[in-house]
């Protein structure tokens, strides 16, 4: 586990960076994140419900975000997921690695 | 905190399953609603949801591995599976389980023994940890002296660091069984003797304060539980009746709890009377007010928190005032202490080498049976290659290989170690089989399997798993791949990647082996130097016996005549040419008299107090016992009361005092009484074999009667032959007197060898045990050898080799070996067989035969073990090992 944590390859990473990102809007349930990630994104970005789950219930268990059982408006028990104060400093890292990454690749494709 | 959850969601899987499931469902719900806001029908919406959704079986597995401890699944995966591949190969199996079993059994039962008779020897008795042995010392002569009483209640008074002062000494009495009288040991005591052990006796009282002064004035006994069951039946009605002890008649006061022997190390005593019953004991000498008697061999509880630095140098302060109070008795002495099982008084003491070298073989021979299971898991290792490759390439981590080698380690040796826990327990009492009966006297010298001893085994357990284990499973987990791949056989003999390893294993086995055999080559052959030295006087032909008329009710007139009445009977029978009472026989448990010497014109230094220990003998018994006069004359019957007092001293005495000088017709003081010196006898042992030459006399016994006696007897006969006739001079006297066991005075000698033959006995079957271990693992790694080069050695075949050239190359593969092995077994025999220490007597630690021996062994055993594989190299069938 720890070596998984450490050893984080980028893709896992970006995911965990977007589903914190919606997250730090206010706290929603899987289905949620997934839709809200796909509209932002303009259909560009879709999330595999088979990496999604494994990733949220492993950023709870990193202390990111916690999760409740809460019922729904039209009366379901839905899991919600809540950014924490790790979770968002983490995001806060992530976010500035992130934006430093994407800076540095489009300066090498712009001069390539 | 998240690991919380995860711990429980470990042990149970159902709550994250079901938790999931509702997740999963919603979601699906959630994204059918969206496929049918977009237009979709219900079924087709809900049929493409689940699609998206993906594997639900796969996502909850991986949703699951998220919430528990991976390893803790593995772990319980890895033991079913290290389960089913040790039954698959059950030979392997149990070859590596006997192996550990050995080793880790060998191990527990040395621990035992050191933890049960000398870390913690004594039963019951509560908190041994602050208990320390207490001696005296002398400046003028080397090792330890007793206490005397005055100086015990001294210390005693003055002492604030100690919380008790446990005064005892180990004693005897005659209690008569049928025909024949056997010795009974026992303990006079303090009277706070019960209460500082912190023992309750099962029925009655321990001691009172007070009853351990006064000569004789107490005659009170605390019986042991099993002479309570054996003499006494378990009478519930004992207390109050009485039992004759040391020929007067105690009151039996209490019972001790079952299961407690007392306090020395070896024994397992049968009755504790106060100190005040002392001179009863010693035939009728008074102690108890001699400063100069020193007879105490006691301990001290040292309060909570005290060190045994800072009570040692208490005491010696303690003791230095004494000194300067009464110079006559105390120059030159001091107090000692000593942790237990250093106790010096005591089996302790002597056992100490012997369990020190039980130790470093029994480690040796758990070496020996790692390194054969390493290899054995090598073998199989390489036999599983194709298993890891396979595990490997579909990506198992090497991690988990690793984990799971190792858990198979581990099981192997948790099944040894039970195993290894029943070794022990049979091997419980094989020190006490390994000593000699003394006739009546209970030996005690137990293992002990507290958790102590079960901790420390279960910490060999998993070092020897670490040992055998890990180097295998790091070799195994750490295939190229490719090369794995490549190609399963041929190769050339010893060419193999992981050969060096095997061989290493093999040369360290062989050297352990070669050093344990050096060591019993070593320790047999100073036992048998033991055996023939010469103790001084004769050990064939001589008998020797005890008659206890003090314990009789004899008074001394009396017992005067039944002895001079005995040997003239016992002269007058056919086949016996002497006989001689003493004391004392020599190499007894029991200890000299000690007097302080004074010599006309010889001063000894200022600061010390010149003794010397002495046996009073009757007439003729130098002549009896064979040991030779250099000058003058031995004691005969004329030596008697009204005559001169009169002594015969040993060579190292006259040396000492008379130097050079005969000193026949010359005067030696003892204790104040100036004695004639009238013979000077040859130097002989009077203790054991290996006692450093001490000043040593003789006087009368006439003149220092005692009616406790050993009696000697020269003749032809054997003891059985001998002793009805013996029984029937002695009752034709007295009915009621009965002799003690009758033994040889070769018998004798050898009983005081114990530990030497148990160091023996240890190194011999340990070392013939490691041996036979070596052998198997160069077998092993021989035979594997053969089987992976079978086609090298085909095609040796094919190009004209023949079966002597086969055989000649796998032979020499393996004495290389071997030859490594000896080696580097000589470099480290050569270092470390002078640890043995006191156990060589007359062999040099290096000594060739020994070496030499130990080396035909090892060599031998190396042949043995090669043959066969080479035997098999020689047929190899050609054609089909190089077509397969």
């Not at chain 2, 019960?194 to 009853?211: I, K, M, Q, S, Y």
Request: hydrophobic share 45%.
């Amino acid at each position: 586990m720890l070596r998984r944590h450490k050893k984080k390859d980028a893709l896992q990473g970006t995911l965990d960076l977007l589903v914190l990102k919606i997250l730090s809007r206010g706290p929603h349930h899987g289905y949620g994140i997934a839709a809200d990630i796909q509209s932002i994104s303009d259909d560009i970005l879709r999330v595999e419900e088979g990496s999604l789950y494994p990733a949220l219930h492993r950023m709870e268990h990193l202390g990111w975000i916690t999760a409740t059982w809460k019922t729904t408006t039209n009366n379901r028990r839905a899991r919600l997921y809540t950014l924490t104060r790790a979770g968002q400093n983490h995001l806060d890292e992530e976010q500035v690695t992130w934006d430093r990454l994407t800076k540095g690749v489009a300066k090498v494709l712009r001069f390539a | 905190m998240g690991w919380v959850r995860r711990l429980r969601g470990t042990f149970s899987n159902s709550d994250s399953e079901s938790d999931f499931d509702e997740e999963r469902r919603f979601h699906i719900d959630e994204r059918t609603e969206e496929y049918v806001r977009n237009g979709m029908s219900r079924d087709e919406a809900r049929r493409m949801a689940r699609e998206r959704f993906g594997n639900a079986t796969l996502a909850m597995e991986r949703t699951r591995d998220a919430d528990t401890f991976c390893w803790i699944h593995d772990a319980g995966r890895d033991a079913r599976y290290a389960i089913r591949m040790l039954r698959r190969s059950p030979g392997f199996s149990l070859l590596a389980i006997l192996c550990l079993t050995l080793g880790i059994g060998a191990n527990a039962a040395v621990f035992s023994w050191i933890e049960g008779i000398l870390l913690r020897p004594y039963p019951l008795v509560v908190e041994q940890d602050r208990l320390f042995a207490v001696t005296g010392t002398d400046k003028g002569a080397p090792g330890h002296t007793d206490v005397s009483w005055p100086d015990w209640l001294d210390l005693q008074r003055n002492s604030t660091l100690v919380e008790a002062f446990i005064g005892e000494k180990i004693t005897g009495t005659t209690l008569s069984i049928g025909d024949r009288a056997e010795r009974t040991n026992g303990s006079m005591v303090s009277a706070n003797y019960f209460d500082a052990v912190g023992v309750r006796p099962t029925l009655g009282r321990g001691f009172e304060p007070g009853e351990d002064s006064g000569r004789n004035a107490h005659p009170v006994t605390v019986i042991s539980y099993q002479m309570w069951q054996d003499r006494f039946h378990g009478d519930p009605s004992i207390i109050g009746k009485t039992q004759v002890l040391g020929g007067l008649r105690h009151t039996i006061v209490g019972v001790a709890p079952k299961g407690f022997y007392g306090t020395f190390v070896g024994y397992a005593f049968q009755f504790w009377v106060p100190a005040s019953m002392q001179s009863q004991f010693d035939a009728g000498v008074d102690k108890l007010e001699d400063r100069g008697a020193r007879w105490i061999e006691g301990y001290v509880r040292l309060k909570p928190g005290v060190t045994i630095d800072q009570a040692q140098a208490e005491l010696s302060a303690i003791a230095a005032r004494l000194e300067a109070d009464h110079p006559d008795t105390n120059r030159g002495r001091g107090i000692r202490l000593f942790p237990l099982w250093q106790t010096p008084f005591n089996n302790a003491g002597a056992l100490l080498p012997t369990l020190g070298i039980a130790l470093v073989v029994v480690l040796s021979v758990l070496l020996i049976a790692c390194a054969n299971v390493g290899n054995l898991l090598l073998v199989r290792a390489f036999a599983r290659q194709q298993e890891m490759t396979i595990r490997l390439s579909v990506g198992a981590g090497r991690g988990r290989l690793v984990k799971q080698l190792m858990t198979e380690g581990l099981i192997l040796s948790t099944i040894a170690a039970a195993g290894g826990l029943v070794v022990a327990t049979w091997l419980r009492d094989a020190l006490a089989l390994l000593t000699p009966p003394r006739g009546g006297v209970l030996l005690r010298l137990p293992g002990e399997l507290d958790w102590r001893v079960m901790t420390l085994s279960a910490g060999v357990c998993v070092v020897s798993t670490l040992l055998f284990g890990l180097v295998p499973a790091l070799i195994t987990s750490n295939i190229d791949l490719a090369a794995a791949l490549r190609s399963q056989s041929g190769g050339v003999v010893g060419a193999r990647s992981r050969a060096w390893v095997r061989s290493t294993l093999v040369l360290v086995q062989m050297s352990l082996s070669f050093v344990l055999l050096v060591g019993a080559g070593l320790l047999i052959q100073s036992l048998q130097a033991v055996r023939s030295a010469s103790p001084g006087f004769s050990t064939q032909g001589v008998l020797t016996t005890g008659i206890d008329l003090f314990t009789a009710g004899y008074d001394v007139r009396r017992a005067k005549t039944f002895q001079d009445d005995f040997i003239d009977r016992l002269q007058a029978l056919g086949g016996v040419e002497s006989a001689a009472f003493s004391r004392m026989t020599p190499f007894s448990y029991r200890t000299y008299s000690t007097a302080s010497i004074a010599v006309d014109g010889y001063d000894a230094p200022p600061d010390q107090q010149p003794t010397a220990d002495y046996n009073e003998v009757g007439p003729g018994f130098l002549a009896t016992m064979g040991i030779p006069l250099t000058s003058g004359r031995e004691f005969t019957r004329a030596d008697n009361e009204t005559a001169p007092l009169a002594a015969v001293v040993d060579e190292t005495m006259a040396a000492q005092f008379w130097r050079g000088v005969d000193p026949v017709g010359r005067r030696v003081q003892v204790k104040g009484r100036w004695m004639q010196v009238v013979g000077v006898a040859r130097n002989a042992r009077y203790r054991n074999l290996l006692e450093t030459p001490r000043p040593f006399f003789y006087v009368a016994l006439r003149q220092n009667f005692s009616a406790t006696a050993a009696l000697q007897i020269r003749t032809k006969q054997g003891p059985a032959a001998l002793a009805p006739a013996l029984v029937r001079e002695i009752h034709a006297l007295d009915a009621n007197v009965a002799p003690s066991e009758i033994i040889t005075m070769r018998e004798q000698v050898e009983r005081t060898t114990a530990a030497q033959r148990i160091s023996v006995t240890i190194l011999v079957v340990f070392g013939g045990l490691a041996v036979v271990l070596a052998a198997v693992g160069l077998y092993g790694v021989m035979a594997s050898t053969v089987s992976q080069s079978s086609r090298e050695l085909a095609l040796r075949m094919a190009l004209g080799a023949g079966a002597q050239d086969l055989l000649r190359l796998v032979l020499a593969k393996g004495l290389a070996l071997t030859a490594g092995g000896l080696v580097l077994g000589m470099a480290v025999a050569l270092q470390v067989t002078r640890l043995l220490g006191y156990l060589l007597y007359q062999v040099s630690p290096r000594d060739p035969i020994a070496f030499a021996s130990a080396f035909v062994v090892i060599i031998a055993a190396s042949l043995v073990a090669c043959f066969v594989p080479a035997w098999r190299a020689t047929r190899t069938d050609p054609l089909h090992a190089l077509r397969g």
